[in-house]
């Protein structure tokens, strides 16, 4: 498979950015429940270790696929139909639980959040066209983008506005 080293990239990346959120959530919080913390902050570290989870898991599900002897065509269109549906339920679950989600971290109530939105509906469309295109370099640019999300919600953390 021509991409593996690249897909191979992406899920390290992927999983230091989990790693590190993980770690950042031992030492903020440690063990103890404590009703003064910051929920907000929680529900970044939360969000940060799915979001890696999810990129190294979709990083390597071609190198899967390219194990069972699929044809290499066959294998970015399923790869990119499976991450479209992701991207879908992603964004449907956002939506949904929206009034659970700490207010400064609401989808759609910022530009930045509204040029992420319309990220995400053009990457669904053009994931789902990959099964005519066939091409790796779609696949690669969505997961590549998921992991701006994920810096974007570092910086969040970091430069919290109140």
């Known amino acids: 498979m021509e991409h593996t080293e690249t897909l191979t990239i992406l899920a390290e990346v992927a999983i230091v950015i989990a790693g590190f959120a993980g ?36 990083a390597l599900l071609p190198l899967v696929l390219n194990g069972y002897s699929i044809d290499e065509v066959q294998i970015w269109s399923i790869s990119s139909v499976v991450l479209a549906l992701a991207y879908i339920l ?31 509906m053009i990457l669904i469309t053009l994931l789902l066209a990959n099964v005519w295109i066939e091409s790796p370099g779609i696949y690669l ?6 992991i701006l999300q994920g810096m974007y919600i570092y910086f969040l953390m970091f430069y919290e506005t109140e």
């Not at 949904?96 to 509204?114: H, V």
């Not at 640019?141 to 998921?146: D, H, N, P, R, V």
């Open 90 to 120: 992603t964004d449907f679950v956002l939506l949904r639980w929206r009034e659970k989600i700490p207010e400064q971290f609401r989808p759609i109530t910022s530009f930045s959040d509204r040029v992420i939105w319309m990220g995400d």
């Open 23 to 58: 770690v950042v959530s031992v030492f903020r919080f440690g063990r103890h429940e404590d009703e003064g913390q910051n929920k907000s902050e929680r529900w970044m570290l939360l969000t940060l270790i799915f979001t890696g989870v999810e990129i190294a898991a979709f």
């Open 141 to 146: 640019t969505a997961l590549f983008y998921w």
